[in-house]
């Protein structure tokens, strides 16, 4: 089954059937990584593991690293990833969508993915996520959400450029080409562009026992770089917080091996009549 790009409306009702499935019980938990494919492209997603998405390809060409979900509820505790509230849950999958729920006796989290393709050879794709948090405890929640995103586009060197546009939009670029998201919503609490390896966002994230923020550098910055959003909202008992987002991926069309043949033996041929030309 595949589902195309829809409307915020249509989207609303989509995220309402999932809501249902999972209060219904949901699906009989299933492996933990799965493959996303659609027109051209595909993506990978380890639930459990904290690998989170590792992958997501156009054309067969990897551009990703790493995007995951961490979070924190409350001050002077570290941050952890989604995948600490508990073991994974699936409540649905398709050739192109993905939902998955994590609770605990504090929230309920359920996250979904939607991979839309560009056609094959289009070099662009598009990934839609809803984040649903809901507070199933008796006492008001200070959740700290965060999203972290290691793309290396292209070649994978360690060249790119990201730049945030607002508390709501980000775009990483190689040249002319790269990756934009933007926060349908809410907006932001803060924001961070970073650099990948030790002493990087990440690392921070995770390695801060008091728990830490991104420091609101919204660059532009050049290197092996990363991007972060962060969300602060105080949740009631039985209210909920949704994240809606969209992230857009246009790398240059790579031909097909056997394109690639024939532009080889048309330089051979138009090689081989030069030096004819010039000998007569």
């Known amino acids: 089954m595949r589902i195309n790009k829809f409307n915020l409306a249509v989207r609303g009702l989509a995220y309402s059937a999932v809501s249902l499935l999972f209060l219904s019980g949901g699906l009989s938990s299933q492996a933990a990584t799965y493959t996303l494919t659609d027109l051209g492209t595909t993506a990978h997603v380890d639930a459990d593991s904290g690998a989170g998405m590792d992958s997501w390809q156009i054309g067969g060409t990897e551009h990703l690293a790493k995007q995951w979900f ?24 398709g050739a192109n969508y993905l939902a998955l729920n994590y609770a605990n006796s504090q929230v309920s989290l359920t996250l979904t993915y939607i991979l839309t393709g560009g056609g094959y050879g289009a070099g662009s794709a598009d990934i839609q996520e809803t984040i649903q948090v809901q507070n199933v405890s008796a006492s008001p929640l200070t959740f700290h959400f965060f999203q972290y995103s290691d793309f290396n586009l292209l070649d994978g060197l360690p060249n790119d450029t990201v730049e945030f546009l607002g508390v709501d939009s980000v775009k990483q670029t190689q040249g002319v080409f790269g990756i934009q998201e933007g926060i349908v919503t809410p907006p932001s609490s803060r924001l961070e562009a970073g650099y990948a390896g030790v002493g990087g966002t990440l690392d921070n994230l995770l390695n801060t026992p008091t728990g830490y923020d991104l420091n609101n550098n919204s660059g532009p910055i050049t290197g092996d770089v990363t991007w972060s959003f962060q969300w602060d909202h105080t949740i009631n008992p039985g209210d909920s917080l949704t994240i809606l987002k969209d992230k857009t991926l246009i790398v240059p069309i790579i031909p097909e091996p056997t394109a690639l043949s024939l532009i080889g033996l048309g330089l051979i041929a138009m090689s081989f009549r030069k030096r004819i030309n010039f000998n007569s």
């Open 70 to 93: 961490y979070y924190r509820i409350g001050a002077g505790v570290a941050n952890q990833p989604i995948n600490a509230i508990g073991s994974s849950t699936l409540l649905g999958s």
